[in-house]
């Protein structure tokens, strides 16, 4: 009788479990992780930028780590881009310099995956080097929080 009524609480719980988990992963799901706040906004030429990393860490891809990142530029500020890349370094690259680190999205809403070194130190910054339609270079920075170092 003792063992009947062992097996059948652990089937209680075995069921309370299966039951109760879908409504626990829709629920986690539904709930983002909270995002770090937004670096202050600098000047890109005419334009601003705000750049807002990524909750997750720098993660490993072809070789390389790799730091995800929101970026918000003024308001109708996006048609005038051409082309921009983001990249964590000592000095600002160059528009040929790689492909790494493009920026791209939608409207005012844009994002990067940016190279990261390996073991960032205080002067390395996160660069932005932007192309506005009549070919001018635009280049803004930002000095990596301690926490990022």
């Avoid at 089937?11 to 202050?40: E, G, M, R």
């Avoid at 964590?88 to 409207?107: N, S």
Wanted: glycine share 6%.
């Amino acid at each position: 009788m003792t063992r009947t009524s062992r097996a059948s609480r652990l089937k209680y719980c075995l069921n309370a479990v299966l039951l109760i988990a879908p409504a626990w992963f829709f629920y986690a799901s539904l709930t983002p992780p909270a995002q770090p706040d937004p670096w202050a906004p600098a000047a890109l030429g005419e334009w601003t930028m705000t750049p807002q990393p990524s909750a997750e860490p720098p993660y490993p891809h072809d070789g390389k780590l790799i730091r995800d990142f929101q970026f918000r530029i003024c308001d109708g500020c996006a048609a005038a881009v051409r082309t921009a890349i983001a990249h964590v370094a000592i000095t600002p690259p160059t528009l040929d310099d790689t492909l790494d680190g493009v920026i791209h999205g939608h409207g005012d809403h844009l994002e990067a995956h940016v190279p990261w070194p390996h073991s960032p130190g205080a002067q390395h910054r996160l660069w932005i080097v932007a192309q506005d339609w009549a070919g001018r270079i635009h280049t803004a920075s930002w000095p990596l929080p301690s926490t990022h170092h």
